[in-house]
C-alpha cells in the first residue's frame, strides 16, 4: 500500500514552546491530508483538513491560531502546535489521501495513516 | 457521514475466524464501509472497504448486508498479531469524504 510517514515520531518539549510535526505521502501525491489526535483509550478524534495550496478546514472546537497547518506542497504537510502546554500531550496522527486508490479502475480515495507522534509536553 | 456503532470488545481463539460486526443504519447511498485497525501506539491500517457487493482481499473479507445497514468484517484465521482496536467507518469515496472514527472494537485473540 501507499506509505506516509511522520516526523518526529517522539517529541518531548518544555510548556510553552511551539512543536512542528511533518506529514509526508512518500509515493504518491495527496491533494488532501487529514490530522487527528488522540488521547490514552481514546479513538481518534478529526482536527482538520489539510489541502494543499488552500487554507485548512477546522473540526468545531479546533482553534485554528493554535495548531497551525501548512500545506505547501503536494508530499508534505506540517502541523504547528504553539505555546504547547501539558493539556496538548497526545498522539498526533496524520493521514493522506491517495488520489485515485490503489486498485486502479475508479477512484477509491482511500486514506492512508502515518505512525503517528507522540507529544509530550512537560 | 453516518454513525457507526460496534461492541466495545471481542474475543477469538488463535487460529478460528473472527467475526466483527458494525452497524450502520443510516448509511446514505453514495457511502462506502471501510475497515481500519490500530495496533498500540501505531496509526490505523487500511483493511478493507466496499460498497454493497462482498469483498475479499489477502487481510480480510467484508460482508455487506442487501439493506447496507449493517456489515461483518471477517478475519478468516485470526493470529496474536491480529489483536488491535479495529474501527468501521462510513464515508463518502469523493473529495468531501473524510474518516470520522467511533470508537471501534478491541479484538483480543488470545492463545
Known amino acids: 500500500g501507499a506509505v506516509v510517514s511522520q516526523h518526529p515520531s517522539r517529541v518531548i518539549c518544555k510548556s510553552g514552546t511551539s512543536v512542528k510535526i511533518e506529514c509526508r505521502s512518500l509515493?504518491?501525491?495527496?491533494?488532501?491530508m487529514f490530522w487527528y489526535r488522540q488521547f490514552p483509550k481514546q479513538s481518534l478524534m478529526l482536527m482538520a483538513t489539510s489541502n494543499e495550496g488552500s487554507k485548512a478546514t477546522y473540526e468545531q472546537g479546533v482553534e485554528k491560531d493554535k495548531f497551525l497547518i501548512n500545506h505547501a506542497s503536494l508530499t508534505l504537510s506540517t502541523l504547528t502546535v504553539t505555546s504547547a502546554h501539558p493539556e496538548d500531550s497526545s498522539f498526533y496522527i496524520c493521514s493522506a489521501r491517495h488520489p485515485v486508490g490503489l486498485a486502479g479502475g475508479s477512484s477509491y480515495n482511500e486514506q492512508f495513516f502515518g505512525p503517528g507522534t507522540r507529544l509530550t509536553v512537560l | 457521514d453516518a454513525k457507526t456503532t460496534q461492541p466495545p470488545s471481542m474475543d477469538c481463539a488463535e487460529g478460528r475466524a473472527a467475526n466483527l460486526p458494525c452497524n450502520h443504519s443510516?448509511?446514505?447511498?453514495?457511502?462506502?464501509v471501510y475497515w481500519y485497525r490500530q495496533i498500540h501506539s501505531q496509526g490505523p491500517q487500511y483493511i478493507i472497504h466496499g460498497l454493497k457487493n462482498n469483498e475479499t482481499n489477502e487481510m480480510a473479507s467484508l460482508i455487506i448486508t442487501e439493506d447496507r445497514k449493517s456489515s461483518t468484517l471477517i478475519l478468516p484465521h485470526a493470529t496474536l498479531r491480529d489483536t488491535a482496536v479495529y474501527y468501521c467507518?462510513?464515508?463518502?469515496?469523493?473529495?468531501?469524504?473524510?474518516?470520522?472514527f467511533g470508537d471501534g472494537t478491541t479484538l483480543t485473540v488470545k492463545p
Open positions: 443510516t448509511i446514505s447511498g453514495n457511502e462506502y
Open positions: 509515493d504518491f501525491q495527496a491533494t488532501t
Open positions: 467507518i462510513v464515508r463518502v469515496n469523493t473529495n468531501a469524504g473524510k474518516s470520522t
